[in-house]
Antibody, heavy 121, light 111 residues
């Protein structure tokens, strides 16, 4: 049974760095083909993919946010950490941790409940 | 980075059928497999369709997916009040910018 849970601050100030932790269970990030990613949704807007880290430590980032994002993993703790620098009010939204799978294509088959992050002074 | 285009809303009466379109380009839908997600208010999104037309275990066959060229379609038959939600398509972007892209989202309303 795969579960993912996001944790981190609910409120950050503009220009600060956001650090979110995803703690997961039911799978190992050592297993070939497995990945963990982050997706966010601003209030009233669409889903936006942010970053992905794979079992072999391959990392990819949203092109529009690449310079602000860093994703890392700690396989011993079953955790993935996302940092986003220089936070702005437009970064307010719900941040989801997701399990990434490969079939013929790729998809996100398990999602955390999400954590609401508000950026405000 | 590209964004996939969906109609803002579709609606139908209970028991009827709706389709949700997802339009992209040769570098995203045209080159990759599509997945669909259902987002009910206050819950986490759920995978409905992957690899264009496959359903994960537990997803009823009222939900179907297809792809043709640079477009994909989600179909929902036997519409139920519990299907009222936002629906998103998603796929890999194989352009130079890369990444994964989602659609603009479609609100399905059961009349």
């Amino acid at each position: 049974h795969i579960t993912l849970k996001e944790s981190g601050p609910t409120l950050v100030k503009p220009t600060q760095t956001l650090t979110l932790t995803c703690t997961f269970s039911g799978f190992s990030l050592r297993a070939s083909g497995v990945g963990v990613g982050w997706i966010r949704q601003p209030p009233g807007k669409a889903l936006e993919w942010l970053a992905l880290i794979s079992w072999d430590d391959d990392k990819s980032y949203s092109p529009s946010l690449n310079s602000r994002l860093t994703i890392t993993k700690d396989t011993s703790k079953n955790q993935v950490v996302l940092t986003m620098t220089n936070m702005d009010p437009v970064d307010t939204g719900t941040y989801y941790c997701v399990h990434h799978s490969l079939g013929l294509g790729e998809f996100f088959d398990y999602w955390g409940r999400g954590t609401l992050v508000t950026v405000s002074s | 980075q590209s964004v996939l285009t969906q109609p803002p809303s579709v609606s139908a009466a209970p028991g009827q059928k709706v389709t949700v379109s997802c339009s992209g380009s040769t570098s995203d839908i045209g080159s990759n497999y599509v997945s669909w997600y259902q987002h009910l208010p206050g819950t986490a999104p759920k995978l409905l369709i992957y690899d264009n037309d496959k359903r994960p275990s537990g997803i009823p066959d009222r939900f179907s997916g297809s792809k043709s060229g640079t477009s994909a379609t989600l179909g929902i038959t036997g519409l139920q009040t519990g299907d009222e939600a936002d629906y998103y398509c998603g796929t890999r972007d194989s352009s130079l910018s890369g990444g994964y892209v989602f659609g603009t989202g479609t609100k399905v309303t059961v009349l």
